[in-house]
């Protein structure tokens, strides 16, 4: 197992950045980056961060060794067609970062097979730009539903999808009606065909989506049940990010859930950024000392 554990942007942060600063600041190696303005205009959209911006995010990346995602906005469904320029701009943001893998979410109010149908056009613009496919179960997508997007995308002669595999989220799987506070349950029914290649954890108490930090919730008094996750997940060889989909108060639980995480994974720690190389707390202090790593590594 090759993990790398990290957060997420949110609209809860004072800005844009501040998350992505933090993941710089205390040695986290994974981000994600999630636009989620909505209605009253809390959050960011992808033409809220500029081209200069983006090259900035991407070697500072690149300088402190974080792989990153882009998590696509909620409303973008492959079903409705309005959706692409979404997905498109999506694709450029992930291309202008350095990340890898774009995520979306699984819709099913059509059936699976019209849903294989609609995300096909993405599949191949994602194999033409290079980057990774996850798509993500949701509260209302179960198990039964990746075995069979899986089964169908295997069935496709004319299309590659060797670059398409699941984001299991942890707290969603929690919230599904059939396995709903038994998230391993989900698990032990998903196929052994469907890849999982990206995972966002984060807990409930089986009510509603209240993404608390992992050990803040249940597991916080009794944590079998990440602990088994984990063992499925080493049984399965899973190698990629763990997001943590929140931006707490305070943020240290994060560290916290990060530190624990890898321990019992047995995850060697990283040591953070000290103040000697992050100067500031903004975007353009960053720049500089990723400036100055690069050219170290040159």
Not at 47 to 68: C, G, V, W
Not at 93 to 106: F, R, S, T
Not at 207 to 227: Q, Y
Request: glycine content about 6%; aromatic content about 8%.
């Amino acid at each position: 197992m090759h993990i790398r554990i990290g957060n997420q942007t949110s609209f809860a942060a004072s800005n844009v950045t501040q998350p992505f600063e933090y993941a710089v600041a205390n040695g986290f190696d994974t981000f994600e980056w999630f636009p989620d303005k909505n209605e009253s205009g809390a959050g960011w959209a992808e033409n809220d961060i500029s081209k200069e911006q983006r090259t900035f995010i991407k070697k500072i990346a690149l300088a402190h060794d974080i792989r990153l995602s882009v998590h696509v906005p909620w409303q973008a469904n492959p079903l409705r067609p309005e959706s692409r320029d979404i997905f498109l701009k999506d694709i450029e943001l992930a291309q202008d970062i350095g990340a890898p893998l774009i995520n979306i979410h699984l819709y099913t109010e059509e059936g699976i097979t019209s849903y294989v149908q609609a995300v096909i056009p993405l599949i191949k613009d994602m194999k033409r730009a290079g980057l990774r496919l996850s798509i993500e179960n949701t509260p209302i997508t179960g198990p039964g539903d990746f075995n069979e997007l899986f089964r169908q995308f295997l069935d496709l002669d004319s299309v590659d999808v060797a670059h398409v595999g699941m984001c299991l989220d942890l707290g969603h799987a929690n919230l599904y009606r059939e396995t709903r506070n038994d998230y391993l349950k989900f698990v032990d029914l998903l196929d052994s065909q469907v890849p999982i290649v990206h995972l966002h954890l984060h807990e409930n108490y089986g009510d509603r989506d209240s993404h608390l930090p992992l050990f803040t919730g249940p597991a916080g008094e009794d944590d079998s049940g990440i602990k088994g996750f984990i063992e499925r997940m080493k049984r399965r060889n899973f190698s990629g990010c763990v997001i943590f989909e929140q931006w707490p108060e305070p943020p240290s639980l994060l560290n916290n859930a990060r530190n624990r995480l890898r321990k019992m994974i047995g995850i060697s720690e990283r040591p953070a950024v000290g103040p000697h190389m992050v100067p500031g707390d903004d975007l353009v202090n960053m720049i500089a000392t990723a400036d100055r790593k690069c050219r170290y590594l040159i």
